[in-house]
Nanobody, 125 residues
Framework: QVHLAESGGGSVQIDGSLRLSCVAS?????LAWFRQVPGEERVGVAR??????????NDGDFQAGRTIISKDNARSILYLQLNNLKPEDSGMHYC???????????????????WGQGTSVTVSS
């Protein structure tokens, strides 16, 4: 069993920033962030696999500095830095994990067996 606890969400204005955190139990190998809005499926944002390799669902957001994933291995905390936030970034953000070092594809949220309770992000004008 992997335990995950997210925090850091909130309400911000357009172009604001938030840093989401996910405290994971030490047996989590692959860690990922997903976003979900009501009535829609969870959408992968980014992940770090058990080898420390990062992958973004939208590489353009990473290149623009809008979305940055990182992990503190010593404390087993996964972060998601969100900058220049837009209304379409709103939603419940979930941390997900596997005990395998190889991550499932970000498009396959159903292959991640462990989930946190989520933290809500609301971006308004």
């Amino acid at each position: 069993q992997v335990h995950l606890a997210e925090s850091g969400g909130g309400s911000v204005q357009i172009d604001g920033s938030l840093r989401l955190s996910c405290v994971a139990s030490s047996n989590a190998a692959c860690l990922a962030w997903f976003r979900q809005v009501p009535g829609e499926e969870r959408v992968g944002v980014a992940r770090v696999d058990g080898f420390g390799v990062e992958l973004y669902a939208n590489d353009g957001d990473f290149q623009a500095g809008r979305t940055i994933i990182s992990k503190d291995n010593a404390r087993s905390i996964l972060y998601l830095q969100l900058n220049n936030l837009k209304p379409e970034d709103s939603g419940m953000h979930y941390c997900a994990a596997t005990t395998s070092r190889v991550c499932p594809a970000l498009s396959r949220w159903f292959d991640y067996p462990f989930w946190g309770q989520g933290t809500s992000v609301t971006v308004s004008s």
